[in-house]
């Protein structure tokens, strides 16, 4: 609180005080009174004055002082109120009690926001669990009579489905902690519950499958990572090149007390400018905009289901060459 912006609210205070004072003093002058009267009364005057500005100012000072203070360092903003003392001023008194009726009113409509949007959620994984059965029953259908049916149209359903799975862990992703399960997972198997989950797509665009070391054991949730996987396996397969024969391989390394799980493909690989975004929301890249029609959703649901189990998750690239993908596991202590 400055000073100076101060005395320029209060002006209209100093010019009527300084008014009353030359309307007194003239009174003064024309009463005759000794100037040592005069003396006295313009020091007491203009020191009641100053004392009392002074004073008003000090008590404003402190209380604007400590709020701006206070609300710089909190990320948490709407939170001042828990912070800030009631001031013995009128004027800051009824600032306080503004405040505090507005964030009354902001944690009613946020609560009501959120129940709503809670009831939304659930209505919508009632949906997808709904809709995911006939979808499941189309998959399998265009699996038995794989010959009597156009490829375009069993592409097409296996592309709703796993749009389908995009959105249930979409929303399942903010209480994930709800669902997960965390306990001793195989990554050898695991791997090969996902290798054969997109069979039909590595055979269809002959993609050469490498399983190197996964011989180990990881604490994590094998359902949620296995969809993860998924993703990167599918990318992997959809950002191919045409010019040589597609690769995929999976392996696993220690590194600092960590398990790492590779998936290294020799596709179109990401431009150095998009590597540090691709975990970003709806982030799509120069790869997503000429190669192939994508979301951006994939990666940035895989990083934050990564985030949830406490599993970090990087990206390696150099573009017309390679991708390598990585997740990171804490290794297990004995």
Known sequence: MLLKKYLKDKLFVILFGTG??????????AFKVPASLKTAFTL?????????????YARRYRFYNELKNNLDG??????ILEMLERPDFYEGQ?????????????????????????DFKEYIEMWIHEVKIPISSLVLMCHNHQDALDKK??????????????????????HA????????????????????????????????LKLGELAQTVVTDAKWLEFILNQIINNAVKYRR????????????????????????????????????????SFTGENGRKHAKSTGMGLYIAKNLCRKLGHGIGAESVAG?????????????D
């Open 20 to 29: 009353i004072f030359i309307v007194l003093f003239m009174l003064l002058v």
């Open 44 to 56: 007491i005057f203009w020191f009641f004055l100053v004392v009392s500005i002074g004073f008003e």
């Open 74 to 79: 909190l990320d948490q903003k709407y939170l």
């Open 94 to 118: 009824i600032m306080t009690d503004i405040l505090y009726e507005i964030d009354k009113s902001m944690t009613e409509q946020v609560k009501k926001y959120s129940l709503n949007m809670e």
């Open 153 to 174: 149209y069993i592409s097409q359903i296996k592309r709703l489905d796993r749009y389908i799975d995009q959105v249930l862990y979409y929303v399942r992703a903010e």
């Open 177 to 208: 902690e709800k669902d997960y399960r965390i306990k001793k997972t195989d990554l050898k198997k695991m791997v090969h519950n996902v290798v054969m989950n997109n069979k039909d797509d590595l055979l269809e665009t002959g993609v050469n």
């Open 242 to 281: 045409e010019d040589v024969e597609p690769e995929i391989a999976v392996w696993t390394e220690k590194k600092d007390y960590l398990v790492l799980l590779h998936v290294r493909d020799n596709g179109i690989g990401i431009p150095q400018n998009d590597i540090g975004r691709i975990f970003e929301k």
């Open 321 to 333: 060459e390679f991708t390598d993908i990585w997740i990171g596991f804490e290794e297990e202590k």
